[in-house]
């Protein structure tokens, strides 16, 4: 139980500086759904470390908002005798304080950690929103890690697929037609996309913390502290004027004299608008890079292919290893537990060419475990693994040609009915999905319902997105595509990555997701579908057979094809056996 320690030196930071209160972000300057160490505020504040979140800490209350994938887990990790939880999106932040606080209320936030549109929405508030001068955490955080230092390396044009200097040519045409002057680039998997280079700031997410100007000729100032770039070749690092990382706002606010700049509105910190409002003008939009990023070019989607013919083979390994060892362990009375499976699953993706780190950190959860969806196992939580109940695993590798993401869930002798149940329906979700023929443009709120009605069928749901995209060797979250109930008004087209991933989840008993990575590829004139990137078998030995159709039937029998044909030659030789078993035809 995390003490309460961090709280009181907040509080007393807060007194000696004349502030009733302080809004503290999980977020970095770059809006990170990852961070590093040094920026993992939030989580020593409140003891909570999933990857969204924030917390209002006044003088005699602390709030802690999260979606819906963190609620069970907040209420584990956190000291809630001293923190409320509440609903990130449900009751946001703002609702709260509009029913709650007194006009004129002091709350401090650090302008480089809040987004533009969140102040907005935090400024309709009767709170006096004080942006701080400098940070409390400074201070009060007396063991705080350094800032993150890591080498920025090249990515090849070869992997790419496309230079540099083509990409920001594109991206000035698009300055150029709005009449933009400047775009403020502030997200770390922007810049590693324009400028062709991926970071180790990180650990899982190889993008490079710093910040970059893209002028309307296509030069480019880039802000970032030099040490990192010891690495690059001389070519790269002279193709950009180079800044340190610190001077991006002042350099902001000198350059907007008279200019119009292109920043973008869901990300970008406030501290921008304020270096450059009133002297400069700013164009509020998407950056367009975000889009240019997400619609793969050729030579990133034969990567993406190959990647993943890798990853399934380390899957199918690892599955097979798995599927020996857990009775044989459970009869020995030395069960497999969650993290050395996780250390063993590793080492087989170590063994693939090209596999540099994993794209995320494992979720290894076993019976209840996997009821908190972003579930990490740790010493103390750790849990046998055996017969009777689920095996959830969602896990992914960055490798040199691309980037993966798969999740299965997994069952020795039987579960209970309404278990068995409950992972059919989720199966039967992803597969109406997965099978779908859309028009070219859907949006993803409109696929969303897909993959929840056999769900819903039963009166059940999950509280997370069904689908993400995902970048070429960079974020596992990538922007802006959703398969989601919340609108997302991005067309989805042929050459996009996605995730689909329906679950379910019962607290203190049983979570069950089924992921697939795809892409997005034309089926007719003006239609799209489906097409599998990830390769490995799904169990079916929990499935109630009798409840699919034909049509699931022969999808999934057609997929097993594809995986056994596409991974007996990749495979350990004592994996192929289990392979053979687990891709068996259902109709015969």
Known sequence: MHTTSPLAALRQWLDAHHLDGMIVPRADAWQSEYCA??????????????????????????????????????????????IAIHHLHNEPLAEWLAKNVEAGTRIGFEALLMTNADFMQLSATPCELVPLDRSPFDTIWSDRPAPPAGLIREMP????????????????????????????????????????????DIPTSPVPLSFALLKRDGSVEWFVNDS???????AVRN??????????????????????VLVDADSAPVALRFAIEPQGEIVWQTDPITLMKANKNSVELAGYRECHHQDGAAWVNFLAWLSREVPLREAAGNPLMELEVQAKQLAFREQQPGFIEPSFETISASSSNAAMCHYHSSEASNKPIGHDHFYLNDSGGQYHNGTTDATRTLAWGKVD????????????????????????????????????????EMGLDYDHGTGHGVGHQLLIHEN??????????????????????????????????????????????????????TLIPIDLSQVELHLLNEQEKQWLDAYHQQVREALSPRVNSDARQWLEEATAPICV
């Not at 990192?228 to 001389?234: R, T």
């Not at 193709?239 to 119009?260: H, V």
């Not at 039967?428 to 023929?437: D, H, K, N, V, Y």
């Open 37 to 82: 160490p040094y920026d993992e505020k939030l989580a020593w504040l409140t003891g909570f470390d999933g990857s969204a979140g924030l917390a209002l800490v006044l003088k005699d209350k602390a709030l802690l908002f999260v979606d819906g994938r963190y609620q069970v887990q907040a209420r584990v990790q956190v000291n809630m005798d001293e």
């Open 417 to 456: 009915a309404q278990q068995r149940l409950h992972y059919t329906a989720v199966l039967r979700g992803f597969l109406s999905l997965i099978t779908l023929q859309f028009p070219s443009g859907t949006q993803g709120h409109q696929l969303d319902a897909f993959a929840r009605r056999p769900l819903w």
């Open 239 to 260: 193709a950009f004027t180079l800044a340190p990382q610190e001077a991006f706002i002042a350099r902001c606010k000198a350059l907007s004299q008279g200019k119009r």
């Open 480 to 533: 802006p595509h959703r398969i989601a109930k919340k609108v997302n008004p991005w067309p989805l087209v042929a050459g996009n990555i996605m995730t689909i991933e329906p679950g379910y989840y019962l607290g203190d008993s049983h979570g069950i997701r089924i992921e697939n990575q795809v892409e997005i590829v034309e089926s007719r004139p003006g239609f799209c579908t489906f097409a599998s990137l």
């Open 157 to 200: 044009v070869e992997i790419s697929g496309e230079s540099s200097t083509d990409k920001r040519r594109r991206v000035a045409a698009v300055l150029a037609e709005k009449n933009a002057d400047v775009l403020a680039v502030t997200l770390p998997d922007n810049i590693a996309w324009l400028l062709n280079v991926r970071g180790s």
């Open 228 to 234: 990192k770039l010891v690495e690059l070749p001389d």
